[in-house]
């Protein structure tokens, strides 16, 4: 229970802002997901437009702080050798 009211405050937009980014990270998973059985399937054309929509997706994610940069360009270059 906070005992300030900047405590209460900022317990409430830490919960919004936990929400909004789990929900994110839980759309990162399902378009990895996705991604992934394309590529390993022989779907290349598709595998590689999926491969743009997680990169663009993982970039906005770096961009708003949901994930650290550096975890997204590690994320981005191995999701583009499973494809190569």
Do not use: C, F, W
């Amino acid at each position: 229970m906070p005992n300030t009211k900047s405590a209460a405050r900022r317990a409430r937009s830490s919960a919004r802002r936990h929400t909004h980014n789990q929900s994110v990270k839980s759309r990162l998973k399902t378009l990895e997901k996705n991604y992934l059985t394309l590529a390993s399937s022989d779907k290349k054309a598709e595998a590689s437009a999926a491969l743009n929509s997680i990169t663009s997706a993982l970039d906005k994610a770096a961009k708003a702080g949901v994930l650290h940069p550096n975890t997204t360009s590690r994320k981005k270059s191995r999701l583009a050798l499973k494809l190569a």
